[in-house]
């Protein structure tokens, strides 16, 4: 059997993992075993919609569980205390001047599972966190995106600050 990857998060994306699978273990798992207990009073379990939809939400309860278990043994904490800030790596906060937008775009860089665009962080692995990787303040990098070539100039790396 081949080993899981090893997957990078920050301190912060690994305690979201383990308060996610804590919630699921302890409280979602409990109120699925009570809708199942609920829907099997209503009798014929041949045709009761709601025992069926109650069984999905276990199945889906229950790979969930599996996955974060399964996060959460391969993940590599980012030790952001000890990140060099003269080069971009994951719990880096990057600035750049994005040339084609025309302005300044702060990028924090995650591991993958932490990956939330809409509030700057991106992952490590997305072409924009790999085109970043390793670059220095001053240096000027062109990235490969879906939606064409972006070119952008390195202003600062620092820590991520805690949100």
């Known amino acids: ?3 899981a990857k090893q997957m990078l998060y920050t301190q912060e994306g690994y305690d979201a993992l ?7 273990k302890n409280i979602r798992r409990e109120e699925v075993k009570n809708d199942i207990a609920v829907a099997r009073s209503f009798g014929d379990l041949s045709e009761n919609a ?4 109650a069984r999905n939400e276990q199945a889906k309860v229950e790979a969930r569980i599996k996955d ?3 996060l959460i043994l391969n993940a590599v904490i980012v030790d952001e205390s000890k990140i060099d800030t003269s080069v971009v790596s994951v719990g880096s906060t990057v600035k750049v001047m994005d040339y084609d ?3 300044e775009v ?12 809409a509030s700057g962080k991106i ?3 997305s072409p924009i966190g790999r085109a970043l990787i390793g670059t220095r303040e001053g240096q ?7 939606g064409g070539e972006l070119k952008m100039k390195i202003l600062n790396v620092a820590r991520r600050s805690n949100d």
């Open 1 to 3: 059997m081949a080993k």
């Open 106 to 117: 702060e990028y924090t860089l995650v591991g993958s599972n932490e990956a939330d665009p």
């Open 140 to 146: 000027e990098i062109s990235v490969v995106t879906p």
């Open 68 to 70: 974060l278990e399964e």
């Open 50 to 53: 709601e025992y069926d939809e």
């Open 101 to 103: 937008l025309e302005m």
């Open 123 to 125: 992952s490590d692995q």
């Open 18 to 24: 383990v308060e996610e699978l804590n919630y699921l």
